[in-house]
């Protein structure tokens, strides 16, 4: 499918990971371990989707919220362990599109991720309608 990600884990072995499998599935995958380099990463290039992993949000900071607010063009979905679970709610409250549990089931992350490229470009077509009627 098309669709440029964004993949944000801290943990070296599951950013290995995520990447290997998203890049069977996507036509452009970038891996970042961290939160500088995942806006650097979105100064220079257009991704449809971030992967954000919760270990790097604390629920307090409101880290997600400023995530969200600063990036609207990009849709995330978090990845959240057991204990992160009420947190990843609270972002997808937030406007987070979805966030998928760890360990992840592969076929339950690529079809979040699928379905968050589709939200967005729903979204840029309402927009572009929008716009005609005015």
């Known amino acids: 499918m098309t669709g440029n990600i964004l993949i944000v884990q801290p943990n070296a072995g599951l ?3 995520l990447d290997i499998l998203l890049k069977k599935h996507f036509s452009k995958v970038i891996s970042v371990s961290g939160l500088d380099d995942m806006d650097l990463a979105l100064s220079k290039e257009v991704m449809d989707v971030v992967v954000l992993d919760m270990s790097l949000c604390s629920a307090e900071s409101g880290l997600i ?3 969200l607010s600063a990036r609207p063009d990009v849709e995330i979905v978090l990845l959240a362990t057991f204990a992160q679970a009420g947190a990843a709610v609270e972002g997808v409250n937030s406007g987070a599109f979805d966030y998928v549990s760890k360990p992840w089931n592969n076929d339950r992350l690529i079809i979040s991720i699928k379905n968050a490229i589709m939200a967005k ?3 840029k077509a309402a927009v572009r309608i929008d716009m005609l009627k005015e």
Do not use: E, H, Q
């Open 15 to 17: 950013l290995t990971t």
């Open 65 to 67: 919220a400023g995530v």
């Open 121 to 123: 470009r729903y979204k």
